[in-house]
């Protein structure tokens, strides 16, 4: 058995699963410096559409959504909502489950950094 023949770096799949994973790395780095000024990170962007797009979510849905796990979420929610930008209701039916929805303060810093993320798309 050939050790050096085994291992992936000649390989294209594998060049080009690093490719990406280096991409998505500088999109994100790049997406955080221009998040930086509105006082918001990527991951928290990524909530606050989430919302948008689906209000009344509940934390377990919204970590799915995310695929982060519900400890990822529940340190995220309270920074938002202190902020003001999402409050959190317990469902009508179930009072063990939290709705998510944002403030109008939330719907505006989303647009804000919607404008943002835009201008990198293009």
Not at 6 to 15: G, M
Not at 96 to 101: A, E, Q, T
Not at 117 to 122: G, Q, S, V, W
């Amino acid at each position: 058995m050939n050790i050096k023949q085994d291992l992936p770096w000649d390989n294209p799949r594998f060049r080009n699963w690093v490719a990406v994973a280096r991409a998505c790395h500088v999109v994100e780095r790049t997406l955080a410096v221009k998040l930086a000024p509105l006082d918001l990170k990527p991951a928290q962007l990524d909530v606050l559409m989430n919302l948008y797009r689906h209000p009344g979510m509940s934390q377990h849905d919204l970590a799915r959504k995310l695929l982060v796990g519900r400890s990822n979420i529940t340190m995220l929610l309270p920074q938002l909502e202190t902020r003001g930008l999402l409050r959190r209701e317990g469902d009508e039916k179930d009072k063990r489950v939290l709705r998510l929805s944002l403030t109008v303060e939330g719907e505006a810093l989303l647009m804000q950094a919607l404008k943002v993320h835009m201008a990198l798309i293009e």
